[in-house]
């Protein structure tokens, strides 16, 4: 009986949620007590991240089931635009969506086990991108049951915490006010709201992850939108859920400018033995998230290589038939930036880069709409409403990041002109453009 190419609606789901959960919620916070310092503002903030990533997760869906193929965005925008749109997000997926994620994570991941080990945290991501990988290495069910374990250790991990205050909450702050107050509604249409914003959207970034498999996947005309809606919608309640545990714990003070939210609350409710035993664990759960994106990441230099010639080696794949070339590109970038960048660096580059691209292809939906070629794939519900939300809300975004820090722009910018150098060499060698 020979083993399944394809990944299960389970593995799906839990690749959604994985992508999702990782550094941005348990680090994000730092960056927004400040310029809103409002328990509800904060978790308006989260709930229309939620509601964005679901009107995101709506329209990839009816998208990824009318193409019928692996690859996101680089698919999308490469048949609705232009090759070269599909090969700019495919560059920008691959440098700094997934390998600079993936960087972002491990780095969490050693701050976290730092605490708990001793062992330098720069070390520790590096060896966490080299095991992950090398898991991956052994197929689709290898990898498959791996992401499924990490992730429920996640997801349980999640539920204790949030229940904890109700237990060990002797410590708790117990100050801070979950409904309007006085100033909250000017907090949520200010500046400093739609700059955070940029934190809490990278904290949702992956909820088109199963998209990138759809090409293997069971059944995608079915599982495919399920898994991007049931996950959406289970880490939207998470992250809202866990925010507000924060907060009720720590005071603002305690929490400002800290990326390792998770210990700060930890060592508040528990003490600090007992904190840094969390924080051992809460490095290994954060590898799911580094699992996921090493299944979803490589598909698109993978996707890459099938249609341009002289990337044609990333497609090619090992006895497991997994890209195995993709994915040491992958993990060898990933190293290259822990060892080079910081992570708020890595975190406001990648989800403006990102969202820009994610809106292009949700904008698609408009072109598909008219050619009608797959009357048969998943609908929009309330259409156009979802694309025509999500699309608002990251031009504001955008808007105010550029106000706010024009470099952010401006390096997302310049990290475009090698990849459509690329593009025009690849397309020449190829002698024509991808069709």
């Not at 780095?107 to 991956?136: D, F, R």
């Not at 409710?269 to 580094?290: D, H, V």
Request: glycine fraction near 8%; proline fraction near 4%.
């Amino acid at each position: 009986m020979t083993e399944s190419k394809n990944y299960t609606l389970t593995v799906a789901i839990t690749l959604v949620i994985a992508n999702m959960i990782g550094t941005g919620v348990f680090t994000s916070l730092g960056y927004q007590v400040g310029p809103l310092p409002s328990g509800f503002a904060i978790l308006a903030l989260w709930a229309l991240g939620g509601l964005i990533a679901l009107c995101g997760a709506f329209t990839y869906a009816e998208i990824a089931t009318a193409l019928k193929r692996s690859g996101g965005e680089y698919l999308f925008l490469s048949k609705l635009y232009h090759p070269a749109f599909g090969f700019l997000s495919g560059w920008m997926s691959s440098v700094a969506g997934f390998a600079g994620a993936n960087s972002a994570v491990a780095l969490a991941i050693g701050e976290y086990a730092t605490e708990a080990s001793g062992i330098p945290g720069q070390v520790i991501a590096i060896v966490a991108i080299i095991a992950v990988s090398a898991i991956h290495w052994f197929g689709v069910k290898t990898g498959g049951r791996a992401q499924t374990m990490l992730t429920t250790l996640k997801l349980s991990l999640i539920v204790f915490f949030c229940a904890s205050p109700f237990f060990f909450a002797s410590n708790a702050t117990h100050t801070i006010h979950f409904l309007p107050q006085p100033g909250d509604w000017e907090l949520i249409m200010s500046q400093g709201f739609a700059v955070s914003l940029v934190f809490v959207m990278y904290a949702y970034t992956g909820w088109n992850a199963s998209a990138y498999i759809a090409g293997n996947l069971d059944n995608p005309r079915k599982n495919l939108p399920k898994s991007l809606i049931i996950g959406t919608i289970i880490v939207m309640i998470v992250y809202v859920s866990l925010n507000a545990t924060f907060l009720y714990v720590a005071s603002f003070d305690e929490l400002q400018g800290q990326n390792d939210i998770g210990n700060v609350v930890a060592h508040k409710l528990f003490g600090s033995t007992a904190g840094k035993i969390f924080s051992g664990i809460f490095s290994f759960a954060l590898l799911s998230t580094l699992s996921s994106m090493t299944i979803a990441g490589p598909r698109v230099i993978e996707a890459m290589g099938e249609d341009y010639s002289i990337l044609k080696t990333f497609s090619k794949r090992n006895r497991y038939d997994m890209p195995y070339i993709a994915i040491l590109a992958q993990a060898a970038w990933s190293i290259f930036l822990v060892m080079v960048s910081s992570f708020k660096e890595i975190i406001q580059y990648i989800s403006v880069s990102l969202s820009f691209f994610s809106m292009l292809a949700v904008i698609g939906i408009f072109i598909l709409r008219k050619r009608n070629t797959e009357p048969d794939s998943f609908k929009v519900p309330l259409y156009p409403l979802p694309p025509l939300i999500l699309s608002a809300c990251t031009c504001w975004m955008i808007y105010y990041v550029a106000v706010t820090d024009i470099n952010i722009i401006l390096y997302a910018l310049a990290s475009l002109v090698p990849g459509y150098l690329l593009y025009l060499y690849a397309s020449h060698k190829n002698g024509k453009n991808v069709k």
